[in-house]
């Protein structure tokens, strides 16, 4: 299968930014998606990105695309305790439905 | 509108036992899909129905993993016997179709099978 690589842990003080980074190899995405996971909860579609777009902004959430380098990130502005969670980059692969996920970055908010 | 929803939330069973897991997708949902996180590891891709056929199982780990779909509403995951490796999460999704696009798939919690 296609490989989605992504940082595993980050660490921000509340009220500052944060950047999950993720790096793919599907270069025939039609939608690239990142989905977060709070803990005991399952996985929600925070936002995606056409493939045609270089960049996304979602109230908190910039979402930024480099399809040269294959390259996505995830801003999120103002980063609140309640942001902590777990947040997978996902791209479906060139042919079906399913999603290829990355790992994970686990975002620890500390007061 | 009802979830995504799985079935147990969490299951512990000795190694060689036999455990079934149930997805009940949200309804009107065609697509329903089982995907596996294996401690600190990426979300793997198991199976996808369309309705109650198989539409992709290539992400089967071996014929120890039974899944069915019978009637196209919930679906079940049978691990028969078990082993350890097959701890892990185990989720599914389901998404629908419109005018034959798929949609945005949404997540149940869950289920955290430990084998021991």
């Known amino acids: 299968g296609e490989d989605v690589e992504q940082s595993l842990f980050l660490s921000v003080r509340e009220g500052d930014s944060s950047v999950i980074n993720c790096t793919y190899t599907?270069?025939?995405?039609?939608?690239l998606y990142w989905y977060k996971q709070e803990p005991g909860a399952g996985l929600q579609l925070l936002t995606y990105?056409?493939?045609?777009?270089d960049m996304k902004q979602d109230q908190r959430l910039t979402v930024l695309l480099n399809k040269k380098d294959k390259h996505l990130s995830l801003r999120i502005a103002d980063t609140q305790t309640g942001d902590s969670a777990i947040y997978f980059c996902?791209?479906?692969?060139?042919?079906?439905?399913?999603?290829?996920f990355g790992k994970g970055t686990s975002l620890l908010v500390t007061p | 509108e009802a979830g995504v929803t799985q079935f147990p939330s969490h299951s512990v069973i000795e190694k060689g036992q036999t455990v079934t897991l149930r997805c009940d997708p949200i309804?009107?949902?065609?697509?329903l899909y089982w995907y596996r996180r294996v401690m600190g590891k990426e979300i793997k891709f198991l199976l996808h129905?369309?309705?109650?056929?198989?539409?992709?199982e290539s992400g089967m780990p071996n014929n120890r993993f039974l899944a069915e779909r019978t009637g196209g509403t919930y679906s079940t995951l049978k691990v028969q016997p078990a082993e350890l490796e097959d701890s892990g999460v185990y989720f599914c999704?389901?998404?629908?179709?419109?005018?034959?696009?798929?949609?945005?798939?949404?997540f149940g919690q869950g289920t955290r099978l430990t084998v021991v």
């Open positions: 999704a389901s998404s629908r179709m419109v005018r034959g696009m798929n949609t945005e798939a949404f």
């Open positions: 599907d270069s025939s995405s039609t939608y």
């Open positions: 990105i056409f493939s045609n777009m």
């Open positions: 996902a791209d479906p692969p060139d042919s079906g439905y399913a999603l290829n």
């Open positions: 309804s009107g949902h065609d697509n």
């Open positions: 129905f369309v309705k109650e056929s198989k539409q992709d």
